[in-house]
């Protein structure tokens, strides 16, 4: 049922959410689209990830969410390569009979991707470029669910 996909071309949510969990079952869309942060001195940003073992490692957050609510359809959408500020990088979408389980879907996938999806972030601005550490808010999120 869940889909995933892993890629560096730009996407767009509109037509993402277009026909979405299309069902006679379903009364609720939940999407969230994380966007490349303009503010600071950040010039773009760059993600790694490692093919294969990304798209499993989301599939299994993906069926957690699944086998937790009962979803009509989720979609997983995650760029990898060199952004800009401004720029889309993911996208989080369910579909359910009511919107308490699309939103806590919705939640949960967000924040176990945050912290336990393998991407690995840079950011490069006018001080250098660095890595993106872990945040203890991110591992705090993970603790509620």
């Not at 086998?67 to 989080?92: K, N, S, T, Y």
């Not at 972030?121 to 470029?129: I, P, R, S, T, V």
């Amino acid at each position: 049922m869940g889909r995933v996909r892993i890629q560096s071309e730009p996407f767009d949510p509109g037509t993402e959410l277009e026909g979405f969990g299309a069902g006679a079952d379903v009364g609720a869309v939940v999407s969230f689209t994380g966007i490349v942060r303009g503010a600071g001195e950040l010039a773009r940003m760059e993600i790694e990830h490692y093919p294969g073992m990304t798209e499993a490692a989301v599939g299994k957050i993906v069926a957690e969410a699944e086998a937790r609510w009962a979803l009509a359809d989720c979609l997983v959408i995650h760029r990898f390569g060199p952004m800009q500020p401004g720029e889309r990088i993911m996208m989080v979408a369910t579909a359910s009979r009511h919107r308490a389980e699309a939103f806590a879907a919705a939640d949960f996938v967000m924040d176990y991707l945050k912290s336990r999806a393998p991407f690995w972030k840079k950011e490069f601005g006018a001080d250098g470029e660095a890595w993106v550490a872990a945040k203890d808010a991110d591992e705090e999120a993970l603790r509620r669910w």
